[in-house]
């Protein structure tokens, strides 16, 4: 988890996701970090392919309600051009914090549908 989420967090996205899938083909089970770490890694490479595939390893994992893992997947998939599925992902949120709000409002607003953008701001 170190290793990725540092690798992650300083720019080195592509070392994240190999290490990463290194990690799943020695059989260690990530966490809420590692799948965190990981879109943050594809978002940042605009990589909806890897990060659809990390998506199905959350739910078949089961971390898919979990709130943080819940608004890395809005803010990947809002930079992979996919507003669509961040809000599918949004929408299906069981629980939701200022930083899911956050995320689904920049989201609409980075792809200029901004009326959407205020409604929801709205109904925060």
């Known amino acids: 988890n170190a290793m990725i989420g540092g690798y992650a967090h300083h720019g080195h996205d592509q070392e994240a996701l190999k290490l990463f899938w290194r990690m799943q083909q020695e059989s260690v089970s990530p966490n809420e970090v590692t799948f965190v770490s990981a879109l943050n890694a594809c978002g940042s490479l605009a990589d909806l392919e890897q990060g659809k595939q990390i998506h199905s390893n959350i739910i078949n994992s089961g ?59 709205q109904q925060m």
Not at 73 to 94: H, I, T
């Open 63 to 121: 971390f898919e309600s979990d709130v943080f893992v819940g608004n890395a997947l809005v803010d990947m998939y809002a930079r992979c051009w996919s507003v669509m599925d961040a809000c599918r992902v949004f929408e299906k949120m069981p629980e939701r914090d200022v930083v899911s709000w956050n995320a689904i409002i920049a989201a609409y607003a980075q792809h200029w549908q901004f009326k959407k953008a205020l409604q929801l701001f």
